[in-house]
């Protein structure tokens, strides 16, 4: 059975930090690009961060550049993102995603290869008050 179990969501206010995880079970973790897509009310689902496990390259949207620390965990099968200095606009659903890919970039990609496996957890609210 493959699982992506989130956890780390909550409240927090601006300026302030807050951890993400997510545990990987049921896939060859290293074959994957793992991270986060986020969506708020009203907006489009948009990729956040990936670690690609086989070499550690990380990728992050511009919006949280700077921000943001994603890294892996291979031996647990363990994706973190630290949030840091955390803004309102941050505040959304969090879903792990896992894209069986080397490239980073495709991570970001809603078209996914035919030949790629490609998993959800299910969804942590992050919120950012004012």
């Known amino acids: 059975e493959v699982q992506l179990q989130a956890s780390g969501g909550g409240l927090v206010q601006a300026g302030g930090s807050l951890r993400l995880s997510c545990v990987a079970s049921?896939?060859?973790?290293?074959?994957?690009?793992i991270g986060w897509f986020r969506q708020a009310p009203g907006k489009q689902r948009e990729g956040v961060s990936c670690?690609?496990?086989?070499?550690?390259?990380?990728y992050h949207v511009d919006s949280v550049k700077g921000r943001f620390t994603i890294t892996s965990d291979n031996a647990k099968n363990t994706v973190s993102l630290q949030m840091s200095r955390l803004k309102p606009e941050d505040t959304a659903v969090y879903y792990c995603?896992?894209?069986?890919?080397?490239?980073?970039?495709?991570?970001?990609?809603?078209?996914?290869?035919?030949?790629?496996?490609?998993?959800w957890g299910e969804g942590t609210l992050v919120t950012v008050s004012s």
């Open positions: 995603h896992a894209v069986e890919t080397s490239d980073g970039v495709v991570f970001f990609n809603p078209v996914i290869p035919k030949n790629s496996h490609q998993y």
């Open positions: 049921g896939f060859i973790f290293e074959d994957y690009a």
């Open positions: 670690i690609v496990s086989s070499d550690g390259t990380t």
